[in-house]
């Protein structure tokens, strides 16, 4: 023992999750992360304008198989996410600590509540439509069925502030996306990427279909607009449009999204008291669908 | 059009038939069998306070599978005690908690599914074609559903915090032993409450195999107790002062005594009864795709299905077509061995169904319907009973009023869709009903008029942990399954 040298560790290349593939950023640039005193802990992706489209289209293009698998295989997928994630409860665990400056048991205990989302959100994927449906008793001779239905894809602007943020805060928006049969565009928290790149790895072994989650890292400022603004983007989650004014501001990407109508979620008054630990109900899960009524006679 | 006329009137002899080559499933499949069982209470296997020993065989070969325990009632009231001891820190858990054995027990059910299937089908006779394809993905499905609900309880439509009852005691038939299991012990665990469940006297195994499962899940002590035995077992658990549910599937004889002997109590009661379901195919319906749901309808599981499609009610201008459709597909149904898997049709479950159903389809007989079953090789030993249909069935007829439970249907005509519903109402049943027909507002029409709990329409025997089950009239009362199946778990 006393010879061998001190191991060298291995640093991980930090990359995007699109499309169910782990590609660079096109635009070739990277960002420096830090650790909430400052110090340098990766590199991540510089995702770009060009970088959010892709997703789109990958996100797009996942819509059909994801929206159209039964409730209960998205239920067993996501279920499945919280498993793979136990495995890996250190590895979050350490980046959690790193990236919002916590001590490793306060960590740990967001993280174990990350899995525990997913396994709410995955009870809830064949019971949606039991409490958002309806048979609705009109006054004739029709059978009358109001379903709920994935709106689509929806863009995502994941949480930068508030305790736990950094991926619990992450879980909680995008879980209750996918568990309905949306599919989702993740610009992730500038500040603090890294355990959300790291996800993207969990989900990459959890059977989610490649395209049904996507997330790019970079400037929220760029990505967030082009989420927004985009014709192929059905609804908008701004937890984390940054406050005050500009181009990642939560009233400008509304605005934006007036243009195509797109359902908007707006973040919370005060994003940075916001407290991700807290029972996340039904209104994320109830806040990206569709509700689609079918009428039929009845007669001999 | 015409081409298909030429298939029918080609004689079934020149016809080419398939042969099978055997695909026999391996018995070794289904894990090592103890040569005798006691309970499982409080988390341990244990014996019983008695002596009384029941065997349990297998029914297509009639050998003895293993001895298990007939429970006393001290056994019973031992396992009560497990139940109500374990009940204040279950109940207590956060749902989440909960959901997540839940969530554990679902899982390992899924990775012993071939386990569990062939053992089911060497216990109950029931071919490993349903049990690996309909009975085992059902039963994980079932509890990974209930799971979701165990912390979701406050959404569920019953107010906020609703709270369990207590004990359940849930006493469950032979027919569909692991899935009945099933749907008794996810709802009742996601609710909160803790249970003793009793297994029928033919079929006990796979209840006996699902505790290893509730072991590995590192479910806590005494939440889940079995405690095998007969129908007096049964009536110690219902009638026990401190149990706070029963729940029960099986005839309605028995459902009916033990409403009888709950009368006055506190005990909240759920019945899953019998049933003698309608299915009535109208004029325009597509007639294969009918005789395929017919054929499901009465001949899946051997018949032992509370919800079989057993009296068929055809509209009379497309009688003869369809009889003699249903006959063709009839005369191609392999009956024989449950493990080989191109069986379609199993062994009776036991030697007392076989004599029941022979002695009512003698009846069929003596009473004037007429007989028909396709010429098919029974094997030697154990208990079998051709597919066997009754035309002529008038609505007085004992095989158009009691339930067979085998695989007898009972075939009746109709003219107006008027008298199909009045015909399909004529029972003291009201389980389910099928309907045939191409007309989507007709479907609604007729299902609108059914006094039944389940309505197919151009499908049979469909079922779904999401979608509630259960009966009208003396089909029993209380559902289970879906949001509906949580009530009869929750103090509502």
Redesign the interface.
């Given at each position: 023992m006393s010879d061998v040298v001190t191991r060298l560790d291995v640093f991980k290349t930090y990359k995007l999750f699109v499309g169910g593939k782990f590609p660079r950023s096109e635009s070739g640039r990277v960002y420096e992360v830090t650790d909430a005193k400052g110090q340098w802990l990766a590199n991540a992706p510089l995702g770009t304008r060009k970088d959010t489209r892709d997703a789109v289209l990958a996100a797009r293009a996942a819509v059909k198989g994801w929206s159209g698998t039964t409730?209960?295989n998205r239920?067993?997928v996501l279920?499945r996410v919280a498993e793979m994630l136990q495995g890996r409860r250190e590895q979050f665990t350490a980046e959690v600590a790193a990236a919002e400056g916590l001590g490793a048991k306060k960590a740990a205990a967001l993280v174990d509540q990350a899995i525990?989302r997913w396994?709410?959100y995955?009870?809830?994927?064949?019971?949606v439509s039991?409490?958002a449906g309806a048979a609705n008793p009109v006054a004739g001779?029709f059978?009358n069925l109001s379903v709920p239905e994935p709106t689509g894809v929806v863009g995502i602007v994941a949480p930068q502030a508030g305790h736990g943020h950094s991926f619990l805060g992450l879980v909680s928006v995008l879980a209750p996306v996918i568990a309905t049969g949306n599919t989702a565009v993740v610009a992730v928290a500038a500040d603090a990427p890294l355990p959300a790149l790291s996800l993207g790895e969990v989900l990459a072994t959890s059977d989610v279909p490649g395209g049904v989650v996507n997330l790019v890292s970079g400037r929220t400022a760029d990505l967030a607009p082009t989420l927004a603004s985009h014709q192929d983007v059905n609804a908008l989650d701004l937890a984390g449009a940054i406050a005050g004014e500009g181009p990642g501001a939560a009233a400008s990407l509304e605005a934006l999204a007036a243009d195509t109508l797109k359902r908007v979620l707006r973040p919370a008054v005060d994003p940075s008291a916001q407290d991700w630990t807290l029972a996340p109900g039904?209104d994320r899960l109830l806040s990206f669908l569709e509700t689609k009524t079918v009428w039929?006679?009845?007669?001999? | 059009m015409a081409k298909k006329n030429v298939a029918k009137d080609v004689p079934a002899a020149a016809r080419p038939v398939f042969e099978y080559a055997p695909a026999p499933e391996s018995p070794a499949a289904a894990g090592e069998l103890a040569t005798s069982y006691g309970h499982f209470i409080g988390g341990e296997f244990v014996d019983s306070s008695g002596s009384e020993a029941l065997k349990t065989v297998n029914p297509a070969t009639e050998q003895v599978l293993a001895e298990f325990a007939q429970g006393t009632e001290e056994d019973v009231d031992r396992a009560v005690a497990a139940a109500r001891a374990a009940f204040a820190d279950w109940s207590a858990l956060p749902g989440?908690e909960r959901?997540?054995y839940l969530?554990r027990i679902a899982r390992i059910v899924q990775e012993r599914s071939r386990e569990l299937a062939v053992l089911e089908s060497i216990d109950n006779g029931k071919p490993i074609k349903e049990t690996r394809d309909v009975d085992l993905p059902l039963v994980a499905?079932h509890f990974?559903?209930y799971?979701?609900?165990?912390?979701?309880l406050d959404?569920?439509?019953f107010g906020p915090n609703p709270k369990p009852l207590g004990v359940a005691g849930q006493v469950i038939p032979w027919n569909f032993p692991l899935l009945m299991l099933a749907w008794k012990i996810a709802p009742a665990l996601a609710t909160g409450n803790t249970v003793v469940l009793k297994p029928a006297e033919t079929t006990p195994l796979t209840a006996l195999r699902f505790a290893e499962i509730c072991r590995q899940a590192g479910l806590p002590k005494g939440v889940v107790n079995i405690v095998t035995g007969d129908g007096r077992t049964g009536a110690a658990l219902t009638a026990h002062p401190d149990v706070s549910k029963v729940a029960f599937t099986g005839s309605t004889a028995v459902g009916r005594a033990i409403a009888k002997q709950l009368a006055g109590s506190r005990k909240k009661l759920s019945l899953e009864l019998g049933g003698k379901a309608a299915n009535i195919v109208f004029d325009d319906a597509p007639i294969d795709q009918a005789v395929e749901g017919i054929v499901n309808g009465i001949f899946f599981n051997q018949g032992h299905v509370c919800c079989a499609g057993s009296r068929l009610l055809v509209q009379e201008s497309v009688q003869d077509e369809l009889l003699d459709a249903l006959k063709r597909r009839m005369a191609t149904l392999r009956v024989g061995d449950p493990l080989d898997k191109n069986t379609d049709v199993g062994a009776i479950n036991s030697a007392a169904q076989l004599a029941r159903i022979t002695e009512l389809a003698a009846a069929g007989e003596a009473e004037g319907a007429e007989r028909w079953a396709p010429a098919c090789e029974l094997p030697a030993a154990g208990y079998w009973f051709r597919p066997t249909l009754f035309t002529g069935v008038s609505q007085a007829h004992r095989i158009a009023r009691e339930e067979i439970f085998g695989p007898v249907l009972s075939v009746l005509t109709f003219r107006t869709?008027?008298e199909a519903v009045e015909k399909a109402n004529n029972t003291q049943y009201g389980l389910s009903a099928g309907i045939w027909t191409e007309k989507?507002?007709?479907i609604?029409?007729t299902a609108?008029r059914l006094r039944a709990g389940v309505v197919w329409a151009n499908t049979f025997n469909k079922f779904d942990?999401?979608s509630p089950f259960g009966g009208y009239k003396e089909s029993g009362y209380g559902r289970e399954g879906?949001?509906h199946g949580l009530e009869a778990y929750l103090d509502v």
């Open positions: 409730a209960y239920g067993q279920y525990d396994v709410w995955a009870g809830w994927t064949d019971k039991q409490i001779p059978f039904t039929h006679p009845m007669g001999q | 989440s959901a997540k969530f499905a990974f559903y799971a979701g609900w165990a912390d979701k959404f569920a439509g869709p008027a989507g507002s007709r609604l029409w609108d942990p999401t879906g949001r």
